[in-house]
């Protein structure tokens, strides 16, 4: 299989990848399986894929957990080494493109007060569950990355 369409397979074709990326074979090692293992648990707990309930939580917290993983894939990166360079493509693009534009503009928010506005609130959880829905969809394909069986649908979702 290629890139391009383990890609497609995941409808992740909005991210912007080179084509020689994309032309590529995509056979991910044990040390890709393994970080895809590693990230994959800790996105099912997170709040990059779990639902924010209005009256639950709170939005400078939701934010700072989505933030985090950048901190967390990077050390899982780095932690299994030069041979997770499969793993370590989408990682970053997800990062780069889909995760930074998010934290970017609603830590600025954040600091402009937003979060003490009813309304900033709701568009940052409508924002929220739009990433949440993409991050949703990464954490499927890192099961199948890892070769275990995906447990996002495990729980009854609310709404």
Known sequence: MKWKEWL???SMTSLKIKTPFLEADWQPKDEDKDAAWE???ELLTRIATQQLPKENGDEATALEG???LFELTREIIKRHGRECIEFTKIAIAILNQIVRPFTAKWHKEMLANAFTDSHKC???RNELSELQNI???Y???LSDMAGVED???LEERNG
């Open 8 to 10: 497609e397979k995941w």
């Open 39 to 41: 990230l994959y648990i």
């Open 66 to 68: 989505v933030h985090k």
């Open 122 to 124: 709701d568009e940052f």
């Open 135 to 137: 991050l949703g969809s």
């Open 139 to 141: 954490t499927k394909m």
């Open 151 to 153: 447990l996002t649908e």
